[in-house]
């Protein structure tokens, strides 16, 4: 999900976007799904724990135990991979191999961004758009994904930062442009949808004029 809102100066917010005072306009990126492809990598990294079993079906079983794992806020990203490990393989009844419990932890400054990401977020940047980044992870695999992609943030917010994971409200507030890149439907409302970040740029352009 991609955020986006003109913030007027001088206007009160909370402690946690004083930063964003006297700028103008800010758009705000989930990072994993949005910006890099977590699901290849996960499903990379699930595959080679149990090479034998369906890489689709190991994946759809993480992401049934995630949600539980991040309820109430109090495990670090990577301890939600590590234990996630643990429940998937219970889930398939698959033995984890010795030594093989971290890796899908590990894994995460291996995962990739979608091709379109840096030269999307690169436009943004020239048109005058300040970038932040609130994301379901810990700060050093954040530092790693924002290596990957190339191009310099404003802000970020990770789970650790607050206490809980999106979609808790703490994370949101803004008017929002859905980057639907599985072709979900949900009732979240939004100002936009699209297919990848492509024409993020000209959608911001539109929704949030400069001046």
């Not at 309820?71 to 234990?83: C, F, I, P, Q």
């Not at 191999?97 to 979608?114: I, K, M, N, T």
């Not at 609130?134 to 802000?155: M, W």
């Amino acid at each position: 999900m991609t955020d986006a809102q003109a913030v007027p100066r001088g206007e009160g917010v909370s402690n946690t976007l004083l930063r964003l005072l006297g700028v103008d306009r800010w758009t705000t990126f989930d990072c994993y799904g949005t910006l890099i492809d977590w699901n290849a990598g996960i499903r990379a990294a699930l595959a080679g724990i149990w090479p034998d079993d369906d890489p689709d079906a190991l994946l759809a079983s993480y992401h049934e135990v995630e949600t539980g794992l991040e309820a109430d806020g109090t495990r670090s990203y990577r301890e939600v991979l590590t234990r996630a490990v643990v429940d998937v393989g219970a889930a398939r009844e698959l033995a984890v191999p010795v030594g093989a419990g971290a890796s899908l932890a590990a894994s995460v400054p291996s995962w990739l961004p979608f091709p379109e990401v840096s030269a999307s977020l690169g436009r943004l940047r020239e048109n005058g758009w300040r970038l932040a980044i609130l994301s379901n992870t810990d700060a050093d695999y954040l530092d790693a994904s924002l290596s990957s992609i190339g191009v310099p943030v404003d802000e970020r917010v990770v789970a650790s930062d607050i206490g809980s994971y999106k979609p808790a409200f703490a994370h949101w507030g803004l008017p929002c442009v859905w980057i639907n890149r599985l072709g979900e439907s949900s009732r979240i409302p939004r100002a936009a949808e699209l297919p990848d970040l492509s024409a993020l740029p000209a959608t911001l352009e539109r929704l949030v004029p400069a001046g």
